[in-house]
């Protein structure tokens, strides 16, 4: 059969399109050193099919330039080998963005799961389903995919990432019958500080000012800083009140979303306000320890002389 040189001239323009689809540029590393024994390819195939997992899936329906993937990191830490294909540990995500303007890319999510069970054998492909659930490693990793992608969304449009929270949801709701030893998809693990209460804090609407804030602390916040100093860091400042306001109505006793923001963004306030005016370093200061005591002492820094760091 002859191809005409139409059809292949088609197809090489759609090269490019076909290359950048994906969303994620996403670091992968194993850590295995818990894990005795002289198998070492095993967790560098594994490690080679996670990366390809992230990287390879198309996670939405949108088509992304090479310089639009998002930057993200995965680090799984194995601690315990239980048999002869299952592991334990916990899952580092870290994801990036960039700042209008700039080279800095702020931090987006930071998270540590320690709920990381799974089975793996030697050279299996990793496949996902967003109708059910077969495989823990491929859920979880799905989950955070969406995960990144919702707050990524979110920080560019106001609510944003409605449609990827939904579909992390679904993977909980699908994972809920899992095997006894998958941990982290009930309500009733972890001190509300897993994947369910993470899913139903982003969903829920006493949690939606969090959510607005995500939008303006970027979009009207850091995005303006580059050309507009003083304005961008007020509207983050004033942002804050936002968050305090959420904090003193205790949606729930734990409040994970708001732990994940913090964890994410605690350093990058005090680099942010350290040289603001002294009476908003004061105001910040005070609703930066009331909302997140657990770091007090790093957003005492504001105050001193030292606090960013030099």
């Known amino acids: 059969m002859k191809i005409s040189r139409l059809t292949l001239f088609t197809f090489f323009l759609l090269i490019p399109l076909l290359s950048f689809q994906q969303e994620l540029r996403c670091n992968v590393q194993i850590n295995s050193q818990k894990i005795p024994g002289t198998n070492r ?8 099919a996670v990366y ?9 329906n949108h088509i992304y330039g090479q310089d639009e993937r998002i930057e993200c990191n995965v680090t799984l ?7 002869s294909d299952e592991f334990r540990g916990s899952l580092q995500v870290q994801a990036r963005r960039p700042i209008f303007g700039t080279s ?11 709920n990381l069970q799974f089975r793996y054998i030697e050279f299996d492909q990793l496949e996902f389903s967003e109708t059910r659930h077969s495989n823990n490693l491929t859920s979880i990793l799905a989950y955070y995919a969406y995960i990144i992608l919702g707050i990524d969304y979110d920080s560019f449009s106001y609510l944003g990432g409605t449609e990827y929270f939904q579909k992390a949801n679904n993977i909980v709701n699908n994972a809920q019958s899992g095997a ?11 001190n509300r500080k897993n994947r369910y209460w993470l899913s139903e804090n982003l969903q829920n609407p006493k949690y939606r000012p969090l959510r607005e804030v995500n939008y303006k602390y970027h979009r009207l916040g850091l995005d303006r800083m580059s050309d507009k100093l003083v304005e961008g ?9 936002s968050i305090q306001k959420v904090f003193r109505e205790k949606p729930d006793p734990y409040m ?3 732990q994940v923001f913090f964890d994410a963004k605690s350093e990058e306030l005090v680099n942010i306000f350290s040289e603001s005016f002294p009476a908003e370093k004061t105001r910040v200061v005070n609703i ?4 997140d005591n657990a770091n007090a002492s790093k957003y005492n820094r504001i105050n001193s002389s030292d606090a960013m760091g030099r």
């Open 256 to 258: 994970y979303l708001l």
């Open 77 to 83: 830490t194995l601690n315990d080998q239980i048999g």
């Open 180 to 190: 006894d030893g998958e941990r982290g998809w009930k309500a009733y693990e972890g």
């Open 233 to 241: 860091r007020s509207e983050i400042a004033e942002l804050l009140t």
């Open 104 to 114: 800095y890319n702020t931090t987006m999510l930071n998270i540590v799961d320690n």
């Open 52 to 60: 390809e997992f992230m990287n390879n899936t198309p996670w939405t």
């Open 288 to 291: 930066l320890n009331e909302v």
């Open 41 to 48: 390819q095993l967790f560098q195939t594994l490690q080679t």
